[in-house]
């Protein structure tokens, strides 16, 4: 027993049994001591007083003048100071007596608040159980700056992950924690993971709760309501401001996002071509983490309610009207839209990322979605300059007043060359030449060989209209090369007929037309449907007999008075009657 203190009774207790007669590690056994202290005690080497705490300081106390006094009372009335702060507070009262006591304060106060302040909240360790729970949060990536080519990008990073197993989904999310990323993110793990588990673990996220809300109105928003009841789930969530209580999915942020970005730094840079190639590395480094977990994974999959057959919209409709700007205002970001919409009325679809547009369920426009971001600043443009440049080329000078004249240069280097023509030219030559430079970038997708081009012209003072059209002039059509074609003859056609035995004979002569046609005898003559009869005479005599008596001698009258008449329509229908 190394550890234990030996005193008199544990000696006197094995010299007892040493004059018994015991053996050295028979009377040790008796006094619960080793047999190496019961030998040192045989020889006197023995020091019963080794490992003993001391009673008397062997320093003296730097804090004996305060801390009973003063800072003792100090903490028992709010525990919640701090050494540092104790600190400070006698180096402004006793300047210079306490220089170097910053360690040993606290070590005071972290023994004092273990042994008089409040308990801490315990935190219990959970059991789940398979196919029960599903978490979901939003977590940012901190630390490190992801651009996309070039550019900073903004995200956040939706995690989900199951209870029991540990399985998770990382996907990126361009924009704040809507409903829209939130649905989006949910629907794709459970198609990722195969199943739906019973119940939806979230903090108190604004696009599914109504933190705000009465007492008389639900806890669930309408969208996230109507999603829950299409999976099945059973939405549940922890207290507001306590974010241990959904720990399982807050502790396993700090897992993925150091992995993401030792990833990163193994990769020598944090910038990427494109979104997708940034969500390649993240499911790189999520399939390795669900790979520890394949075994617990298989057998909570057979405990994971189906998938529906269908998906709930992950978007959210909207609907707006394209000005004659060309433009459409979508929470409170003006964007364009291609010119032959002016005047429609358009049906927006809104993904945490895009903008779909439709015109009678057709698609006609799709839009990178943006956000504002910076302090006190709540609307933006998005402007594309392929929208609107075909409208602009018929008036260029608009270029040089239009309140989007920064938006509509693509990049960075089109807005210096914007400079540079400026400074060379007069401000319409100007305008003419970068709104045609423009044009064609759009209409031949040439944006970069058109700024290349724009710049060695430009260094070798030689940009003109004229050599910027000529110079991106489309290629004119090959003419197509006279062809002579040499019919062939129809006796060919005969070789494909198959050959008959019997010689075909002569078609007879043909018989030599009369000079006057015979009527058959049971034929009417034509133009004669019936045989006329007396009662047709009647009716024909009855309608010239009226005719005659409307139509008898008139005087002339003025054309004015002739207008006044009566038309000769209903006469014309007498006569088509005959």
């Known amino acids: 027993m190394p550890n234990k203190r030996i005193d008199s009774y544990h000696t006197r207790v094995y010299m007892n049994g040493r004059d018994l007669g015991l053996k050295q590690a028979e009377a040790a056994y008796i ?25 008397q300081r062997t320093v003296p106390d730097p804090l004996a003048d305060v801390w009973e006094d ?67 949060d939003f977590t940012e990536l901190k630390g490190i700056t992801i651009t996309i080519a070039g550019q900073p990008f903004e995200h956040l990073i939706y995690h989900y992950r199951l209870g029991y197993s540990g399985w998770r989904y990382a996907q990126i999310i361009q924009g704040g924690e809507s409903f829209v990323a939130l649905s989006e993110g949910l629907q794709n793990a459970f198609a990722a993971c195969g199943g739906v588990p019973q119940q939806h673990r979230t903090d108190s996220l604004s696009a599914a709760y109504r933190n705000m809300g009465g007492r008389r109105s639900k806890n669930l928003t309408r969208l996230y309501d109507e999603l829950c009841d299409h999976y099945r789930l059973e939405p549940t969530r922890n207290n507001k401001g306590i974010a241990h209580e959904n720990g399982s999915i807050e502790s396993p942020h700090g897992h993925l996002k150091n992995r993401i970005k030792q990833a990163i730094y193994l990769r020598g840079s944090a910038d990427f071509t494109s979104v997708a190639e940034y969500q390649a590395l993240i499911d790189a480094q999520v399939a390795k983490l669900n790979q520890q977990c394949q075994t617990k994974y298989e057998q909570e999959k057979d405990h994971l ?59 006609v426009v799709e839009l990178p979605r943006k956000r504002v971001s910076g302090k006190g600043k709540r609307r933006d443009r998005c402007i594309n300059y392929r929208h609107v440049i075909g409208s602009m080329r018929l008036k260029p000078r608009a270029f040089i007043y239009c309140t989007w004249q920064s938006d509509l240069l693509p990049n960075p280097e089109y807005r210096q060359i914007w400079e540079q023509l400026k400074a060379q ?149 007498k006569f088509y009657q005959l």
């Open 70 to 136: 003063e800072l003792e009372p100090m903490l028992r009335r709010d525990p919640r100071l701090k050494p540092m702060t104790l600190y400070e507070y006698l180096q402004d009262k006793y300047p210079g007596q306490y220089p170097q006591v910053l360690r040993t304060l606290q070590r005071r106060v972290r023994t004092w608040k273990a042994l008089h302040g409040p308990s801490p909240e315990v935190m219990f360790e959970l059991r789940h159980e398979p196919g029960v729970q599903g978490f979901s």
């Open 305 to 363: 309610q189906p998938l529906p057959k269908y998906r709930t919209p992950d978007y959210e409709v909207l609907t707006a009207k394209v000005s004659k700007r060309s433009t459409i205002d979508v929470r409170c970001i003006l964007y364009t839209v291609p010119s032959r919409l002016i005047g429609r009325q358009l049906e927006l679809h809104l993904y945490h990322d895009r903008i779909v547009g439709y015109l009678e369920r057709h698609p």
């Open 31 to 55: 006094a619960e001591i080793s047999t190496r202290t019961g030998q040192r005690i045989e020889a006197g080497t023995h020091q019963p007083n080794r490992g003993r705490l001391q009673d």
């Open 425 to 573: 030219f007069d401000l319409e030559q100007a305008a003419k030449i970068i709104v045609e430079a423009l044009y064609i970038a759009a209409v031949q997708d040439k944006e970069q060989a058109v700024a290349v081009y724009l710049q060695q012209q430009l260094q070798a003072s030689s940009l003109t209209l004229n050599r910027l059209k000529k110079q991106f002039e489309p290629p004119q059509m090959k003419q197509v090369p006279d062809l002579s074609i040499e019919q062939h003859s129809l006796e060919l056609y005969d070789k494909l007929l198959p050959s008959c035995s019997v010689p075909a004979e002569p078609l007879p002569a043909p018989e030599p037309l009369s000079k006057k046609a015979q009527a058959l005898p049971h034929v009417d003559p034509l133009g004669i449907y019936r045989i006329p009869s007396y009662a047709g005479k009647l009716v024909l005599c009855g309608i010239l007999t009226s005719l005659v008596r409307n139509e008898g001698p008139k005087k002339r009258t003025s054309s004015a008075k002739t207008c006044s008449h009566r038309s000769q329509a209903p006469k014309r229908k």
